[in-house]
T-cell receptor, first 117, second 117 residues
């Protein structure tokens, strides 16, 4: 069965420093991977996705993610963190459609990012 | 204009009651979803409809019954509410189910916080 793991419940970083939020996956076949962000009392917002091709995917708000097949990872990164980036970040994997999953996403447990001055 | 909207935003009710949550999307999408986010922020899919047809039905108690009157609306009715049903329920939509090569990102509503007392 497909799954994603986010090993850190919380990541703290100083504003202006680079940030990394980790995600590893387990899936049969080619993985389709996503990052979403959830601000307090809001729904999830799509940041970026990996389908195929370039391992470095650029997304919204200056975020990017690096797909690493050998390490089965899809870490979210940003060169310079902002206080406004503080939120809950979810990694997700799309179930292979051949198994009848439609567009079903399996989410990780979330990582709370806290950016401080 | 709100892309995916849900009503109500907050719902407080007693055990044993029946309640409904409504969802509407104005994105012209074919596929809609219901997710449950528990108190630990874990997010799990419950149902998905594509063009009013149920395509994903996770292991959810049959007290939960989704209904899609048209492809822009997906409602969730819950019978005999239990304490464990307390959670935030998110509706989402995507252009379609996607294909083997094209997974679609999902657009989330703001959530409905259900509290069962």
């Amino acid at each position: 069965a497909q799954s994603v793991a986010q090993p850190e419940d919380q990541v703290n970083v100083a504003e202006g420093n680079p940030l990394t939020v980790k995600c590893t996956y387990s899936v049969s076949g080619n993985p389709y991977l996503f990052w979403y962000v959830q601000y307090p009392n809001r729904g999830l917002q799509f940041l970026l996705k990996y389908i195929t091709g370039d391992n470095l995917v650029k997304g919204s708000y200056g975020f990017e993610a690096e797909f690493n097949k050998s390490q089965t990872s899809f870490h979210l990164k940003k060169p310079s963190a902002l206080v406004s980036d503080s939120a809950l970040y979810f990694c997700a994997v799309r179930v292979p459609i051949l198994t009848g999953g439609g567009n079903k996403l399996t989410f990780g447990t979330g990582t709370q990012l806290k950016v401080e001055l | 204009d709100t892309a995916v909207s849900q009503t109500p935003k907050y719902l407080v009710t007693q055990m044993g009651n029946d309640k409904s949550i409504k969802c509407e999307q104005n994105l012209g999408h074919d596929t809609m979803y219901w997710y449950k986010q528990d108190s630990k922020k874990f997010l799990k899919i419950m149902f998905s409809y594509n063009n009013k047809e149920l395509i994903i039905n996770e292991t959810v108690p049959n007290r939960f019954s989704p209904k899609s009157p048209d492809k822009a609306h997906l409602n969730l009715h819950i019978n005999s509410l239990e304490l464990g049903d307390s959670a935030v329920y998110f509706c989402a939509s995507s252009p379609g189910q996607g294909s083997i090569a094209q997974p679609y990102e999902q657009y989330f509503g703001p959530g409905t916080r259900l509290t069962v007392t």
